[in-house]
């Protein structure tokens, strides 16, 4: 059974840091894109970051490019979203999902697995 288990998210001030895992069960991240996605209370489920771990591909969306870094622990078969700077505008459901297509981005209706998601509360 695939798993993927997102945790980390939790109440942060504006200007804080917070770091989400993704830890990966049932599939090697080697051979998936992973994702993250938000969603926030009213609005669609946005794109975030995407990491191809087996050959270093990212993507990150305008909104967070340069604030936030994906990297991944192959050993630990686990994905990671560091979260820089955080706005009040960050505040939503992260989710972190698998995609056996790439390259990065990968289109959310693409990926094959979900995790279930950790709330993310920035603070002004």
């Known amino acids: 059974e695939v798993q993927l288990q997102a945790s980390g998210g939790g109440l942060v001030q504006a200007g804080g840091s917070l770091r989400l895992s993704c830890v990966a069960s049932?599939?090697?991240?080697?051979?998936?894109?992973i994702s993250w996605f938000r969603q926030a209370p009213g609005k669609e489920r946005e794109a975030v970051s995407c990491?191809?771990?087996?050959?270093?591909?990212?993507h990150h969306a305008d909104s967070v490019g340069g604030r936030f870094i994906i990297s991944a622990d192959n050993a630990k078969n686990t994905v990671y979203l560091q979260m820089t700077s955080l706005k009040v505008e960050d505040t939503a459901v992260y989710y972190c999902?698998?995609?056996?297509?790439?390259?990065?981005?990968?289109?959310?209706?693409?990926?094959?697995?979900w995790g279930q998601g950790t709330q993310v509360t920035v603070s002004s």
């Open positions: 049932g599939l090697s991240i080697d051979d998936y894109a």
């Open positions: 990491l191809v771990s087996r050959d270093g591909d990212t």
């Open positions: 999902a698998a995609s056996r297509i790439g390259p990065c981005p990968v289109a959310a209706g693409w990926h094959d697995y």
